[in-house]
Structures are given as structure tokens and as C-alpha cells.
């Protein structure tokens, strides 16, 4: 009877303790996704420090997002094993080291990448492990409440971060971006007081299977820069080797099964066409502002605001209209918009900033609308038991996805040939080529619209 008082004694202490900590898990959340979002949209001014391409200053934006989708995975494996107090210390550390590595190597474009990969591996623990954290030790009737915050503080980050990333760019330098990251370290010491301390148990990484994963996307993104023939037969032989080691190997991160789920796999598919567009229109926004209007970083960020305000509303409400309209109806509308959005800006290329505005105001929302329902529909193919695993490839699909969506846009954006006037739209060879390149977008939407409706939609109907 003593023993089962003090246990409910302890857990009660334990779940005490767990809430006094989720203010700075959530709050080390949040600056780990600011800090990243700052990074994405200052790619315009590194290019002219550096005296560099399009396609080269893109590596530092995709190089780090391929980090964050595989370090999510090797966090949500380790979490299983290691201690997560240990892994946030771990995560916070990564960050400061790579950053006071950014900022005093910050004359090396090179320098500046591995400093971005570290301090990415680091940014990559706090989304991952706050989910983790949040439904380890939070009571079940009060993890909906916490999980919702996080919801929030994403979309909340995304602002946050561009203005962050536009003001510090513009006023004092990029590179104090760096030394901004370095804030994460107060919260250190509240993370080692709170999270409690648990024994490590054997861990088992799927090393082999996630370098195989970065194998795949590494050399996807070097044939899509270089279009270089040898890095296709890289990734041809990198895929082939991953799926005969998943065949075999019974521990590896995901099984040969997933990829049996036709469904599954189409959907994962139509994820990874149409999120690769994501990231492609924001990494434009700002080369096109600049170019086109004159724009300073710190004015294409205030630009970016309605567009992110929309998202966050639109996405509290995507999970209520979705249960009224389907999730195959919300996924359709959402792509259409995507594809006027795009239209819009390429049509009206020249005309007005405003256009611009609520462009990217109906592409934000429209992402944040189709969210939830292709999600939910990914989700829907998997027996509950595997929903984790799945959830963890999926995000880190999205992660790959939108790194190719980099890549490929800036390829576009230093290819001669995207200067042509294909469509008699304007003589202006600038105002062509982001033109071509926002039409070209459409078509990849389109084409993830058409693969969603042959594979999945037209089933669902039937």
C-alpha cells in the first residue's frame, strides 16, 4: 500500500516537474525554428558577399534542410534509449558550435555551409523532441493543449523568423545571425533543472539506412545542380542499395512494407512534388523583389507577414473544414490555389508589389489548408501500430523535398535559357525568367494534382 502511495507520489512530483519544463522546451522550440526561417530568406544577400550563384548560395539553405529531416529521425530513434534531457543539451550544444563556427569563419562560403549543417543537427532536436517529450511525460487529457501550442509557435516562428532574418540582413549584417543562434544557450541550465533524468538504455541508430537516405538526396540535389550524368547512377545504385538493405535488415529505420503500401507511397509521392514547390516560391520571393522592384531584405519580409498571418489562421481552421469537406476536396482546392497563386505572379510579374502580397498570401494559406487533410490521408493507408515510423518518413520526405525545391529553382535561375520570352509576357529578360521559372511551378503543382487524382483521388471515389 506504501509503495503504490509513493509511486503516485512520484508520478504526480514527475508530471509536476514535466510542466514546469514545457515553457522552455516550447520556448527553445520556437528559437530553433526562427533561427532556421531567418536563415532561408538572406540566401539574396550571402550571393552578392560571396560573389556567388543562385545555385551555389542554395546549398546553405538545402544542404541544412536535409539535416533537419534526417537529424528528426535519428532524434525520434535515440529518444527511444537516450535520455531526452541529454538529447536537448546535445541539440543546444550543436547549435552554439556551429554558430560561433558561422560567425568566425564567416569569409568562407564553404566554412559557412558545414557551419549551417552543425548548427542545423543541433535546430533539428527541439521540434522532434518536444512532440516526444510533450506525450512522454504530459498527461493524456492535457497533450492536445501542449501539441497545439506547437502548432501555433510554427507558424508563429515563421513570421518571427522572416523579419528577423530581412531586419538583421538589412541593418547590421547577416552573418549576426550567428551570433543571435547563440541566445539558445540560456536555456541550457532550465533544461538540465526540469527534464528529468532517466538511465540509457542500448540505443539502435539505423546508421547505415539513414546515410543511405542522405546518399539519395545528396546526389538528387548535385544532378539537379550540375545536371553531371555520374551523380544519376549515384543516385540509381544509392536507391537500389537502400531498398534491398531495408529487404534484409529486420532493425532498419523503415521496412520494405511501407513501400509495399501503394497507396501510402503514392501519396508520399504527390507530398513530394507538391512540397518542393514550397520552399522553390519562397526562395524566389526575394531574388524577384529585389530584382524587379528594388526591395531591401527588411521590405520583403514586412511583405512576407500577411501571407504567414493567413497561414496561421487558415491552418488553426484546416482540421474543422476538412471534417466537413473531406480531405480529397481540401487537397483539391488547396493545389488550384497554389497554381492561381502562381499564376498570378507570373502573369502580372511587372505590375505591382500588392500582387505579390496577396500571392503569396493565397500560397501560404493554401499550404497550410492541405496540410492536415494530406497528412491525415498518408496516415489513414498505416495500421496504427507503424503511425510513428511513418509520420517520422513522412516529415522527412517533406525535409528532402523541400531542399530539391531550392536546388532545382536555383538552377533555374542561372540557366540563360529561362531568359527567353516564351510567352510574349514582357521583353524585360529579368521579369521572363522569374516569369518562366513561376509558370514552371504551376506545372509541377498541376502534375502533383494529376498523380493525386489517378493514383488516389479517383480510388477514394469509387
Same mark, same amino acid.
Given at each position: ?25 516550447l ?6 525554428l ?8 538572406v540566401?539574396?544577400?550571402?550571393a552578392k558577399d ?7 548560395v542554395s ?8 539535416v533537419?529531416?534526417?537529424?528528426a529521425?535519428?532524434y ?27 560567425y ?9 555551409v ?11 532536436s ?7 517529450f510533450?506525450?512522454k511525460?504530459?498527461?493524456?487529457n492535457?497533450?492536445?493543449?501542449f501539441?497545439g ?6 507558424a ?10 530581412g ?5 547590421f ?5 550567428f ?27 539505423d546508421?547505415l ?15 539537379i545542380t550540375?545536371f553531371?550524368w ?11 542499395l ?11 529505420? !523503415?521496412? #520494405? =512494407?511501407?513501400?509495399?503500401n501503394?497507396? *501510402? +507511397?503514392?501519396?508520399?509521392?504527390v507530398? &513530394? @512534388? %507538391? ?5 522553390a ?6 531574388f524577384?523583389?529585389e530584382?524587379?522592384?528594388?526591395l ?11 501571407g ?18 473531406g ?10 490555389s !497554389?497554381? #492561381? =497563386?502562381?499564376l498570378?505572379?507570373?502573369? *502580372? +510579374? ?5 500582387? &505579390? @502580397? %496577396? ?5 501560404s494559406?493554401?499550404?497550410a489548408?492541405?496540410y492536415?487533410?494530406l ?9 496504427k501500430?507503424?503511425?510513428?515510423t ?19 529553382t ?6 540563360s ?14 521579369a521572363s525568367m ?5 509558370f514552371?511551378?504551376v506545372?509541377?503543382?498541376l502534375?502533383s ?14
Amino acid at each position: 500500500m506504501s509503495t503504490t502511495t509513493a509511486d503516485v507520489s512520484m508520478k504526480k512530483t514527475q508530471e509536476y516537474s514535466a510542466k514546469k519544463a514545457v515553457p522552455v522546451t516550447l520556448l527553445l522550440f520556437v528559437l530553433c525554428l526562427v533561427i532556421d526561417n531567418s536563415f532561408k530568406i538572406v540566401s539574396i544577400d550571402m550571393a552578392k558577399d560571396f560573389h556567388i550563384s543562385a545555385t551555389t548560395v542554395s546549398w546553405q539553405a538545402t544542404l541544412a534542410g536535409l539535416v533537419i529531416g534526417i537529424g528528426a529521425v535519428v532524434y525520434a530513434t535515440l529518444a527511444d534509449s537516450v535520455s531526452i534531457r541529454k538529447l536537448f543539451s546535445v541539440g543546444i550544444i550543436l547549435i552554439c558550435v556551429g554558430s560561433v563556427m558561422g560567425y568566425i569563419f564567416q569569409h568562407s562560403f564553404l566554412l559557412v555551409v558545414i557551419s549551417r549543417m552543425i548548427q542545423t543537427a543541433g535546430l533539428a532536436s527541439a521540434e522532434t523532441l518536444y512532440v516526444i517529450f510533450v506525450t512522454k511525460y504530459l498527461p493524456a487529457n492535457e497533450q492536445k493543449k501542449f501539441l497545439g501550442l506547437s502548432t501555433s509557435s510554427f507558424a508563429l516562428s515563421q513570421l518571427i523568423g522572416a523579419l528577423t532574418g530581412g531586419y538583421v540582413s538589412t541593418y547590421f549584417h547577416w552573418t549576426t545571425l550567428f551570433l543571435l543562434s547563440l541566445v539558445t544557450i540560456f536555456t541550457l541550465p532550465f533544461i538540465l533543472k526540469y527534464l528529468p533524468k532517466e538511465e540509457t538504455k542500448n540505443s539502435n541508430v539505423d546508421v547505415l539506412g539513414l546515410f543511405l537516405v542522405g546518399t539519395i538526396s545528396a546526389s538528387l540535389l548535385l544532378y539537379i545542380t550540375d545536371f553531371n550524368w555520374m551523380f544519376l547512377i549515384l543516385f540509381i545504385i544509392a536507391i537500389a542499395l537502400f531498398l534491398a538493405y531495408i529487404s534484409k535488415n529486420s532493425k532498419a529505420f !523503415i521496412r #520494405i =512494407s511501407f513501400f509495399k503500401n501503394k497507396q *501510402f +507511397i503514392s501519396l508520399l509521392g504527390v507530398a &513530394f @512534388v %507538391i512540397y518542393s514547390v514550397q520552399l522553390a516560391y519562397i526562395f524566389l520571393f526575394p531574388f524577384l523583389l529585389e530584382k524587379m522592384y528594388g526591395l531591401k531584405l527588411d521590405t520583403v519580409s514586412l511583405l512576407l507577414i500577411p501571407g504567414y498571418i493567413a497561414a496561421t489562421i487558415v491552418g488553426a481552421l484546416s482540421g474543422k473544414i476538412a471534417k466537413v469537406l473531406g480531405s480529397k476536396q481540401c487537397i483539391t482546392i488547396a493545389m488550384s490555389s !497554389i497554381m #492561381i =497563386s502562381l499564376l498570378l505572379g507570373g502573369f *502580372f +510579374i511587372r505590375t505591382s508589389v500588392v500582387v &505579390f @502580397v %496577396i500571392s503569396m498570401i493565397l500560397f501560404s494559406s493554401s499550404f497550410a489548408f492541405m496540410y492536415a487533410p494530406l497528412l491525415d490521408a498518408c496516415i489513414c493507408t498505416i495500421e496504427k501500430g507503424k503511425t510513428g515510423t511513418a509520420i517520422g518518413f513522412y516529415n522527412l520526405t517533406l525535409s528532402i523535398a523541400m531542399s530539391i525545391g531550392i536546388a532545382y529553382t536555383a538552377a533555374m535561375m542561372d540557366n540563360s535559357a529561362m531568359r527567353n520570352n516564351f510567352l510574349g509576357i514582357t521583353n524585360n529578360l529579368d521579369a521572363s525568367m522569374f516569369s518562366n521559372i513561376l509558370f514552371i511551378l504551376v506545372l509541377f503543382t498541376l502534375f502533383s494534382l494529376s498523380l493525386y487524382w489517378v493514383l488516389v483521388g479517383r480510388k477514394s471515389t469509387k
